[in-house]
């Protein structure tokens, strides 16, 4: 069974431009989550999809981020315009069902940089 | 609001035991724990549910103590290999709720 896959695995970009992270599911998968890690600190929940719906986003940080699961397989995550304080470890992770006895099945992260 | 792991590092010899401690101020319905290795994703190693029920596997444990809000791991007779940073997360009671990770603690275990 293949994990849940991340892309790209690092990325390097400029205060103010944009950038599209990428995560695809394990197959079968109806809840995937987004989480940051910043350097030394918690991995920082920023939301929930079930499906193709958000279930949960109270842990976005501001409009600049934005979040979409089309057809409820694979997530995207834009940032638009990036700051610096948006670098960390995006991690993505998805469950079959809710996490209450359900583990999630993280991916490798994206590293992000914004110099 | 983020649960509380002590201690912040810990650094083991081979076959020594260790005890990682999550904590909570508010009332819990599950506890999960996790370890990363350098570079790589996080990895389930448990769930402790609200009424006892534990899932797991490996050669660690782990306790829940909900009046309390409090969960430990426990590694035993280290190996090298349990070197990470461990991470729980705890789940608030009511419902469905998001996951809160802790901080993590940092274990490192030398021959």
């Known amino acids: 069974e293949a994990g849940v896959t991340q892309f790209p695995s690092h990325s390097v970009i400029e205060k103010g431009q944009t950038v599209t992270l990428r995560c695809d599911p394990i197959?079968?998968?109806?809840?995937l989550y987004w989480y940051r890690r910043v350097m030394g600190k918690e991995i920082k929940f920023l939301l929930h999809?079930?499906?193709?719906?958000?279930?949960?986003e109270s842990g976005m940080p501001n409009n600049r981020f934005l979040a979409e699961r089309t057809g409820g397989t694979y997530s995207t995550l834009k940032v638009q315009p990036a700051e610096l304080e948006d670098s960390g470890v995006y991690f993505c992770?998805?469950?079959?069902?809710?996490?209450?006895?359900?583990?999630?099945?993280f991916g490798p992260g994206t590293r992000l940089t914004v110099t | 609001q983020q649960p509380v792991q002590s201690p912040q590092a810990v650094i083991l010899r081979e076959g020594e035991d260790a005890v990682i401690n999550c904590s909570s101020s508010?009332?819990?319905?599950?506890v999960h724990w996790y370890r990363q290795k350098h570079g790589e994703a996080p990895v389930f190693l448990m769930i402790?549910?609200?009424?006892?029920e534990q899932k797991g596997h490996e050669k660690i444990s782990a306790s829940f103590n909900e009046k309390k809000q409090q969960s430990s791991l426990y590694l035993t007779a280290s190996q090298l290999s349990y070197s990470g940073t461990y991470f729980c997360?705890?789940?608030?009671?009511?419902?469905?709720?998001?996951?809160?990770f802790g901080i993590g603690t940092k274990l490192q275990v030398i021959p």
């Open positions: 997360g705890t789940e608030g009671s009511g419902g469905y709720q998001k996951v809160t």
């Open positions: 402790l549910l609200k009424g006892g």
């Open positions: 992770a998805s469950s079959k069902w809710d996490t209450a006895s359900y583990e999630q099945y």
């Open positions: 197959s079968g998968h109806d809840n």
């Open positions: 999809f079930v499906k193709e719906s958000k279930q949960d």
């Open positions: 508010k009332a819990l319905y599950s």
